[in-house]
Each structure stands twice: as structure tokens, then as C-alpha cells.
């Protein structure tokens, strides 16, 4: 089998370049062959320098992220760089694209770099639960200084090319062509013209730190990374930076990089690095299935999602036309969206000339007839069934031919929608979260008609707007909402029958959840649960039983809406948006257990995540048994980048998997002799349990 990494000769110095698409993952044949490259580059005496690059769209974006958790094959990427660090022939990366971890480490051990100036450099292994492991921690500090190394590496973002100037991480942008520019340096760095970088990042100097800054570092991370620690090992490399020699530090870097390696929370964020891009994967849309191009899009309803869905277009320069019927609700939404680029502007993450040009873009009308000529337009009105048929039958008539007409539904029947027009396939279902210009998951609901072209279309859109797509079926809740009513029913049974609302939250935030259930209800507002609840019952959802909302119901009887109000499952003080247990609910979830006839018992936190767990993940299987989510994985993408779930638990099915399906097989039934009603058989989940299977086996 050919090489991935060839070489050839230009004047005196050799071009390496390694070809491994599509983004030169640094797998065992390139490590090889850079070696390789390398040595006949140096036995070679007409060269006299070495020009390392990337063939196609990226230098080399990192190791094999296949490899890890199998037996490491020789030769090691650290032996690699220490090769091209040492070498007496001057050693110069030409890097473009994303050249990120053991491709940044690679670059950060040739002796100096040149950079195409749209290049993005960044040292990611801490979103994998990993830490640079080829000598990153300790080459970085070595050239940008600690405070900012300690910033990329834990943070793990990467910095465009011409900060990386500025901090000495590249020695040169290049004009033109990054390769040609390259080699011209290597020629001046022969001629002894070029004395800037061309040194080994290995002899710098770590210089004048206050060691204060790691402690600081790891208190920061104990909040913002809650539960995890990768980061916190990262840390521990980079004070190795500074108080040990390179070659200890090198050590003490491997140690904790094998330490992180064969931590449960590596393979659960791998785990979700490759479900995010198998959710891209359709089975009955093929990756040739056209994609009509979106210039220009319109969003109807300028409520708490439309302003939000209205910006993700204007931040990609995507011109949008935002129309309500009341006047008001308009401006007040228009209002929303620029406070929202004025905090940003506050805070410094934006420029006030970005705030001008986004709002630029974004237009309130009043008139549908406005949004005619957009490529896509997205409903955001009341989650009421009349009125979004009222508006689909205008679309149509509005819309021009080949628009993508998209609801934001979260639980009303995309065929009943879409049946109101007569382009049923040009309907599909766009939920966003809220906030919607935060949250990154966008659900993509088929409706029975949808075409390939339309869901080819929404899942390129969700790239462009910076968001996850996951295709989902047409059913009640889609599937996060209709895992998520199964949650909810569990932590409000556990309310009614002996818990308490902050034991219940408690055990899901220790877990790693951002916020448990009822903190999450009181966030989104307990009246949507209420209007919910109320539709179910009118849907004969409760006949056989299981109706667990009586103590919510309570609360919204009392006007308890939750944070907007001030008061909910807790307490809000003027302004917070932290609560705090209130003695008035406990005395209404008394009331209410004693009215049910209920003897109160305690639940400890095992079996209180067990019920909140086991109810997830039962209905996540029968989601996947009726053939509402195309994999178990998507159902993970779902959660962890919709509802908060701990990505480095990987997601709920995963996790799942992790403790053994049949334990949690076993806890449901115990659970379901009790309450029937609460827990529908998943005969899916029964069976890979009696049979040892895994939800890759459903797919
Ligand atoms: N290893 C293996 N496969 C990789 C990979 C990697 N490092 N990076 C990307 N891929 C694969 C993806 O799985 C995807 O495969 P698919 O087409 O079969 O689904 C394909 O390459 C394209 O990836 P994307 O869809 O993500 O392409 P984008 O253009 O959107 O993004 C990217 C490109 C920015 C490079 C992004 O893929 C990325 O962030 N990759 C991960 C980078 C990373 O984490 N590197 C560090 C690895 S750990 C390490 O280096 C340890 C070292 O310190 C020892
Ligand atoms: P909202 O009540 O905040 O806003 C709805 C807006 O639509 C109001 O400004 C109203 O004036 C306008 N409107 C009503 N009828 C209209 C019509 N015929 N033509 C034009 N404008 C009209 O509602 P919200 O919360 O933004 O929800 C909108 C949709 O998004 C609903 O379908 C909801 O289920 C869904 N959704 C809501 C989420 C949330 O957290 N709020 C999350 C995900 C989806």
C-alpha cells in the first residue's frame, strides 16, 4: 500500500507531505512515514532544509482518535517530533487549515512555523477527556507562556493565525502560498537572513511565573468543568512545564496523558465526537442527495424563540425577515435580540460594528406577503394546532416555489401541518432549544412526506448555522421532549411519594446534569407542562393510570410559573436565577401526597437517579424500537447538546450501556411492579438484556 507521506525536493530543501484525507489524522502509517520522509530527507545531502506539510484542506488535525483504547503501534508521535525537533537540517512546518493536537504538537517541534493566514491552531484533546500527549504541555507555555497556554489547552478552542503571530506560536504568515512561503523562509534561514523562530521549543525558557496561577486555574475548572478530571490533569502537565526540567516534564505529561487515557470519561466523550458526526449520517438520504442553497430566510412569531431563531441566520450573514402579528411582541422581540448583541458587545466577545451588521440583517415586518422570495421560512408561533394550520395554509399560498417551510413545533403533528398545504414534502419540522441562539442542538423532524431534498437541506442548514442536526421521527415530543416527559414523570412521582424537589435536583446536578428536572421546569416555565399535561388528559393519555402531576398542578393553581414569576418548585429571589427551597411548597407536596392517599417513604440518591435514568432510557428504547430516532447514539447527541446531559458521561444510552443494560432492565421491573402505568415495556431493552446485546445491534 502506498505511503500517506511522500517527499520531493525543491532546490535545496525537501517538501514532506502527508497525504491521509480527509483531515491527516497522524494514524500509525503516517507517523511511520514521516519518520521515513524525515530520514531519507537527512540522508540525502543535497537538502539542506525540511518543509513539513498537510496535502488537501488541513495540516495533520491530530492523532487517530480510532486508535485510542487499542495497543499503541510504534512508532510514537513523540519520537516523530523529537526527530524533526533535533534535526540539524532546519525543520519548518508549513500549516493551514486546523492544525490541532498532535498536529499542533508536530508543528510546535519543527523548528519554526509558517502559517496560511486563515489557519486555526488549538490543542482540543481536553474536549476528548484527554490532554496533549506528544509533548504539547510543555512546548506551548515554552512559546506563548503559561497563562495563555493553561487558557488553550483546558479550555481547548483553537486561535486564528494572526494571534498566534502575535504570541509567538507562528513565526510567519504567509502571502500566498503557505507551502511556497515556507520554503522561501527555509531559504532565508540558510542564508542566515532569518533569525526569528527557527529554534527548538524544547531549549525556551518557561520564565517568570507565579505558581499561584495553576491553583487558580484548577478552582476555576472545579465550576465551569463540574465533575470532570481531564482538565484538571491538564493543569498538572502544564505546572510540569515550569517546575520540572523538558524531559521530566515530557515524563510526568505521558504519565497523566495514560491517567486520562483509561478514565471512564475519555471514551464517553469520544463517544460523543463520533455519534456527533454519525448523526449526519441518513440512511435514506444519501450524502449526493442535492441541497437547495439559503440566502435569505424569514422566522414567524418574534416570542422567546423567534428572535433567537432569527439570529443564528444573522450570525452567519444569512439576511432574515422577522414577522408578527402584534406590533408589540415585534418590537419587544427586536429588543430582545439587540440586548442580546449589546451583552455580547458589553462583554467584549463582539464588536460594536458586528452588533451593526447583524442587526443589519435582521428585519421586522409586519405582513407576510414579505417573506415571499425566502428560501426558508420557520414558524415560531403559539404551540396551538389551529392557529399553525392558519398559518401553513397562508405559507402556502405566499410562499414561492422550492421555500422550505419548517415549523418550530415541539410536540404537535408535523402531517397534521404540513397536510394544510399542497407541498406537504416541502414541510419539515426545525425545533430549535431555548435559547435558541445558545442551545446547539436543532431536532429535525421528517414528516411522512418530507422530501430527501428537504431533509438534506435542514441537516446542511444546521451545519451552517453552527448547530447539531439530528433527524427524528414524527411522534409526541419528538424524542428529546418525549424522553424528557418520562424524566419529569419520574422526579414528580418522587416528589409525591416521599422526596423532596432539591433532593431530586441535587442527585441530577452531583450526576452532572447543568440543572436537575424541576429547576429545569421552573427555568422553561411550569405552565407549559401544565398546558401539556391538560392536552394529554383530553387525549386520554392518563385512562389506565400513572398520572404524576398533581403536585405540579398544585403549583400552577397557585400561580407558581416558575422563574418568570418569581416562584416555582422554588424560591427566586428579585433578579436570581438561583432558588432556593421554599417552605410553602413542601406544605402543598404534603398536602397533595396526603389528598393521593399516599404513605410517604424516603428514597435514597441511588434509587432517585435510578428512576430518573431508568425512565430515559426505557423510553429512549422503545423511541428506538418504533424507529422514531435512526440510532441509539443520535438519541445521546440529543441530550447531551440539548438538555444539559454531562457529555463526559457520553449520553444517556451510553451511559446506559456502561452500567449494563440488564442491571437497569432489572431496577425497571422492580420499579414497575409498583406502577404499570409508569413504566410501558420495552421489549427491546428486555431483550438485549436477557441477551448480552448493545443498542448498536438495534440500529
Ligand atoms: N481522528 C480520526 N478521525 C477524525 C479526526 C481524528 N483526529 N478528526 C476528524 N475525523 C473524521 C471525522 O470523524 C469525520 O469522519 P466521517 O466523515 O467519517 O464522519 C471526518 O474526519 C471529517 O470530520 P468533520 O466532519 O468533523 O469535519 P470538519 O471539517 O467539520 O472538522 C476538524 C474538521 C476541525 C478537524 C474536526 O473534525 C475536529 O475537530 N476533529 C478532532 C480534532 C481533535 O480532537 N484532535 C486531537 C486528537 S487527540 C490528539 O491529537 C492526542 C495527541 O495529543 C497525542
Ligand atoms: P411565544 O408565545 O413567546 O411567541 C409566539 C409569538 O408568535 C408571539 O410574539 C405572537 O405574537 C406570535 N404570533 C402568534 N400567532 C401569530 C401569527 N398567526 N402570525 C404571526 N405571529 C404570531 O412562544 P415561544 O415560546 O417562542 O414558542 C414558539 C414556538 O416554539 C411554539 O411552537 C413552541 O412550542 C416552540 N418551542 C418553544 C420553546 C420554548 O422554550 N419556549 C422551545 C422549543 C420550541
Not at 217 to 239: F, H, I, N, Q
Not at 345 to 362: F, H, K, S, T
Not at 655 to 683: C, M, N, T, V
Request: a negative charge; glycine letters at 10%.
Amino acid at each position: 500500500m502506498a505511503s500517506p507521506v511522500t517527499w520531493e525536493r525543491r532546490g535545496r530543501v525537501s517538501v514532506i507531505t502527508v497525504n491521509n484525507p480527509p483531515v491527516n489524522a497522524l494514524a500509525q502509517p503516517v507517523r511511520e512515514g514521516m519518520l521515513r520522509c524525515f530520514n531519507e530527507s537527512m540522508a540525502d545531502p543535497a537538502v539542506e532544509a525540511i518543509v513539513l506539510t498537510g496535502g488537501g484542506r488541513t495540516f495533520m488535525a491530530g492523532a487517530d482518535i480510532n486508535e485510542f483504547g487499542k495497543p499503541m503501534r510504534e512508532p510514537g508521535l513523540g519520537k516523530v517530533i523529537d526527530g524533526y525537533e533535533s534535526s540539524e537540517k532546519p525543520t519548518i512546518a508549513a500549516v493551514h487549515g486546523t492544525p490541532l493536537g498532535g498536529g499542533l504538537e508536530v508543528a510546535m517541534g519543527c523548528q519554526a512555523r509558517v502559517a496560511h493566514p486563515k489557519t486555526r491552531l488549538g490543542l482540543p484533546e481536553v474536549k476528548l477527556g484527554l490532554l496533549p500527549g506528544a509533548g504539547g504541555t510543555q512546548r506551548l507555555p515554552r512559546l506563548v507562556g503559561v497563562e495563555r497556554a493553561l487558557e488553550m489547552i483546558t479550555s481547548g478552542d483553537p486561535i486564528p493565525a494572526p494571534l498566534a503571530l502575535e504570541l509567538g506560536l507562528v513565526d510567519e504568515i504567509a502571502e500566498g502560498d503557505h507551502v511556497a512561503a515556507a520554503i522561501a523562509y527555509a531559504e532565508r534561514v540558510l542564508d542566515g537572513q532569518a533569525t526569528a523562530g527557527a529554534t527548538r521549543a524544547r531549549d525556551e525558557k518557561v520564565q517568570g511565573v507565579d505558581e499561584a496561577i495553576f491553583d487558580k486555574a484548577k478552582e476555576k475548572l472545579a465550576r465551569v468543568a463540574r465533575g470532570r478530571e481531564g482538565p484538571l490533569r491538564c493543569v498538572e502537565a502544564v505546572r510540569g512545564s515550569v517546575t520540572l526540567p523538558f524531559d521530566e516534564g515530557i515524563t510526568n505529561e505521558r504519565r497523566l496523558f495514560v491517567e486520562c487515557h483509561d478514565s471512564e470519561e475519555s471514551p464517553a466523550l469520544i463517544h460523543a465526537f463520533f455519534s456527533e458526526r454519525a448523526a449526519n449520517k441518513i440512511d435514506d438520504v444519501p450524502k449526493t442527495t442535492p441541497t437547495r442553497p439559503i440566502k435569505s430566510a424569514a422566522v414567524i412569531g418574534a416570542g422567546t424563540m423567534g428572535g433567537g431563531i432569527a439570529m443564528n441566520f444573522a450570525n452567519v450573514g444569512i439576511p432574515v425577515r422577522i414577522m408578527d402579528t402584534d406590533r408589540a411582541s415585534l418590537a419587544r422581540g427586536l429588543g430582545v435580540v439587540r440586548g442580546n448583541y449589546q451583552r455580547a458587545v458589553d462583554r467584549g466577545r463582539m464588536p460594536q460594528a458586528a452588533l451593526d451588521a447583524r442587526m443589519e440583517l435582521i428585519q421586522g415586518v409586519s405582513d407576510m406577503d414579505a417573506l415571499a422570495e425566502a428560501d426558508i421560512v420557520i414558524e415560531a408561533v403559539f404551540e396551538d394546532m389551529p392557529v399553525k394550520q392558519k398559518v401553513f395554509t397562508a405559507l402556502d399560498k405566499v410562499m414561492r416555489e422550492g421555500a422550505i417551510l419548517a415549523t418550530n413545533t415541539s410536540t404537535l403533528d408535523i402531517d397534521a401541518i404540513a397536510a394544510t398545504t399542497r407541498r406537504p414534502e416541502e414541510v419539515i419540522g426545525t425545533h430549535f432549544f431555548s435559547p435558541a441562539n445558545v442551545m446547539r442542538l436543532l431536532e429535525i423532524v421528517r414528516g411522512s412526506k418530507t422530501s430527501a431534498e428537504v431533509i438534506a437541506s435542514a441537516m446542511a442548514l444546521a451545519r451552517t448555522i453552527r448547530k447539531v442536526g439530528v433527524l427524528v421521527g414524527n411522534c409526541d415530543g419528538f424524542v428529546g421532549n418525549r424522553m424528557f416527559h418520562e424524566y419529569i414523570r419520574q422526579a414528580q412521582f418522587l416528589v409525591e411519594r416521599g422526596a423532596l424537589p432539591e433532593q431530586v435536583d441535587r442527585a441530577a446536578y452531583t450526576f452532572g446534569w447543568a440543572m436537575g428536572p424541576l429547576a429545569v421546569s421552573d427555568l422553561a416555565g411550569n405552565d407549559v407542562g401544565w398546558y401539556i399535561r391538560k392536552r394529554h388528559i383530553a387525549e386520554g393519555l392518563y385512562k389506565g393510570g400513572g398520572y404524576t402531576g398533581a403536585v405540579a398542578d398544585a403549583l400552577c393553581e397557585q400561580g407558581r410559573y416558575g422563574q418568570k414569576v418569581g416562584k416555582g418548585w422554588y424560591l427566586y429571589e428579585e433578579g436570581s436565577r438561583r432558588g432556593s427551597p421554599d417552605p410553602e411548597v413542601e406544605e402543598i407536596i404534603l398536602r397533595v401526597s396526603r389528598e393521593q392517599k399516599v404513605n410517604r417513604r424516603t428514597f435514597d440518591d441511588e434509587e432517585v437517579l435510578a428512576r430518573l435514568h431508568g425512565a430515559l432510557v426505557n423510553e429512549g428504547s422503545r423511541i428506538l424500537e418504533e424507529g422514531f430516532a435512526q440510532r441509539a447514539s443520535d438519541i445521546d447527541v440529543i441530550y447531551v447538546n440539548g438538555y444539559g446531559y454531562p457529555a463526559w458521561r457520553g449520553g444517556p444510552m451510553y451511559h446506559a450501556e456502561r452500567q449494563g443494560l440488564a442491571s437497569i432492565a432489572s431496577s425497571i421491573a422492580e420499579f414497575r411492579k409498583d406502577e404499570p402505568a409508569l413504566w410501558p415495556e420495552s421489549p427491546l431493552l428486555e431483550r438485549l438484556a436477557r441477551e448480552g446485546g448493545s443498542f448498536k445491534d438495534a440500529n
